[in-house]
């Protein structure tokens, strides 16, 4: 079976996290978020370094989006002529697939703690 859409990682309870953040100071929020871009470059080189690169396309298109005021970061392709990406990832009936962005965000996903911890302890006293 063939996957459509975007690739989307689902963390439970982060609606709860959310609120609790929300009443953290400031300079604590402001830690996270820097945690956060960090996380989301170090997942950008990642995806740069395996993409395929014919048209080097893929590789110069990934990026970010962050909401304002929201911990929270959206990493893939977005441009009209990134469309393909979804097969990159994914593969067809004729391709193989040739993952990048998934295995980028699982080796992130054991570095992110280190992050946080790091920023949080530069502002707390």
């Keep these: 079976m063939r996957r459509q859409g975007p690739l989307t990682i689902e963390i439970e309870g982060l609606e709860r996290l959310t609120d609790r953040i929300e009443d953290l100071p400031a300079e604590v929020r402001q830690g996270l978020f820097k945690a956060l871009r960090e996380a989301s470059e170090a997942v950008i080189a990642e995806v740069k370094g395996k993409v395929k690169v014919d048209s080097r396309n893929l590789q110069g298109s990934v990026k970010a989006r962050y909401e304002n005021n929201k911990l929270r970061a959206e990493i893939g392709w977005w441009d009209a002529d990134d469309t393909y990406s979804i ?12 993952p990048t962005l998934g295995p980028a965000l699982e080796q992130e996903r054991t570095r992110i703690n280190d992050r946080v911890k790091t920023e949080v302890r530069k502002v707390l006293p």
């Design 87 to 98: 097969y990159q990832e994914f593969g067809t009936k004729r391709m193989p697939p040739n």
